[in-house]
Each structure stands twice: as C-alpha cells, then as structure tokens.
T-cell receptor
Framework: GAGVSQSPSNKVTEKGKDVELRCDPISGHTALYWYRQSLGQGLEFLIYFQGNSAPDKSGLPSDRFSAERTGGSVSTLTIQRTQQEDSAVYLC???????????FGPGTRLTVT | KQEVTQIPAALSVPEGENLVLNCSFTDSAIYNLQWFRQDPGKGLTSLLLIQSSQREQTSGRLNASLDKSSGRSTLYIAASQPGDSATYLCALRGGGATNKLIFGTGTLLAVQP
C-alpha cells in the first residue's frame, strides 16, 4: 500500500466497553509502533514490534491495554474496560527496520463517553 | 529521564519570512532526531531525520541541525508559505536498545498570507 492505514478513523464508545484499533503498516516494514496523543500528555509511546522479537511493551499505561501483530504485518491494539482518560488519538507507525524513519498513519480518534 | 522541550509553543509569521523552531533535550545519548509536521486531524509527516553522527540535514526549504553536546536541534524554514502552517514536532530515538521515539511538546506555526 501507499502508506500506513488505520481503522476506524473515529470510535465513540461507552465507558467499560472493550475496543479494538487496527493498523496496516507499509508492506515490507518489519518494525511497527503504537503511540497515543492526548491533550494533557502530548505524544507517548505505547508498544513496539520488531520482526519475531518479543515486543517492547514498556509504554502501555495499564494491563487493560494489549496489542498483537499477526503474521508480521497487521497489528491490533485492544483496550479493555475503557475509561474516559483513554480518550485520545491512537497513532500507528512503521519503519523499514530498527532506527529508520517512522511513517505514521492518520490515527484513530477514540472518545470514551 | 529524557525530556524534550520545544520553544516557542506557538508562532505566527507573515508569508515570506525565514524562521527557526527550537528543540532542546536533556540527555545527549541519542541515536537520531526526527522532525515531523502534523496537520489538524491528520497523522505525522516525517520531514527530516538526523543521525547522531550528523550535524545537519537539508530538504528543499528546510534545514535541520543537531548539536548533541548542547542538547539542541533547530528546524530552519526559509521563505515561509501559508502551506507551512502546521504543528511541528521533534522526536528523539534514545541510545541503546530502545526504539521508541520521545516527542517534544510541539510548536504550532501559523504563516499569514
């Protein structure tokens, strides 16, 4: 594909519900990242996948957050029992390898009511 | 803990002016530094990436410099245009095994026609 794609572009959910956000990285990119952008916190790293290595989950804010990457391509970020403070724009990025330019998707705007 | 600050937080200039955006960081042990622009409701677009061994990178009207010893990077925009209006973010990749980007606070630029 031409770039990183994310779906949905917008998601409104009720507090306590689970949500899944999807990221399709650029074809051939082995590294995939999730970030969160919120008004109070700026842009924060969440999780990083590189090839078949164990993911770096050091940025996940709580155990309600998890992510997986299937077949080294598509990734899903899951937030369980959503809270209002989870409201943010969730951005996905991919890069050709470690340390390369990260290309970002358009993001998913999550609103928890 | 690495902290990244951008000054000014907001800037308004008339079309045609040259301008400089500043990014400062507290830990000089970085792998690379990347400048992005973000348009409202959109993802991030990578502008320039400077490796830690480099002093500057240029692309068109943009020039980014890096001075690790003083913990500073600047983004110079020549002959600004209204289309340059956006939020500009600098991001560091820390040294060592980490691959996450640590983002600055951003500068909101408005170029008046």
């Amino acid at each position: 594909g031409a770039g990183v794609s994310q779906s949905p572009s917008n998601k409104v959910t009720e507090k306590g519900k689970d949500v899944e956000l999807r990221c399709d990285p650029i074809s051939g990119h082995t590294a995939l990242y999730w970030y969160r952008q919120s008004l109070g916190q700026g842009l924060e790293f969440l999780i990083y996948f590189q090839g078949n290595s164990a993911p770096d989950k050091s940025g996940l804010p709580s155990d309600r957050f998890s992510a997986e990457r299937t077949g080294g391509s598509v990734s899903t970020l899951t937030i369980q029992r959503t809270q209002q403070e989870d409201s943010a724009v969730y951005l996905c990025a991919s890069s050709l390898g470690t340390g390369g330019v990260q290309y970002f998707g358009p993001g998913t705007r999550l609103t928890v009511t | 803990k690495q902290e990244v600050t951008q000054i000014p937080a907001a800037l308004s200039v008339p079309e045609g002016e040259n301008l400089v955006l500043n990014c400062s960081f507290t830990d000089s042990a970085i792998y690379n530094l990347q400048w992005f622009r973000q348009d409202p409701g959109k993802g991030l677009t990578s502008l320039l990436l400077i490796q830690s061994s480099q002093r500057e990178q240029t692309s068109g009207r943009l020039n980014a410099s890096l001075d690790k010893s003083s913990g500073r990077s600047t983004l110079y925009i020549a002959a600004s245009q209204p289309g340059d209006s956006a939020t500009y973010l600098c991001a560091l990749r820390g040294g060592g095994a980490t691959n996450k980007l640590i983002f600055g606070t951003g500068t909101l630029l408005a170029v008046q026609p």
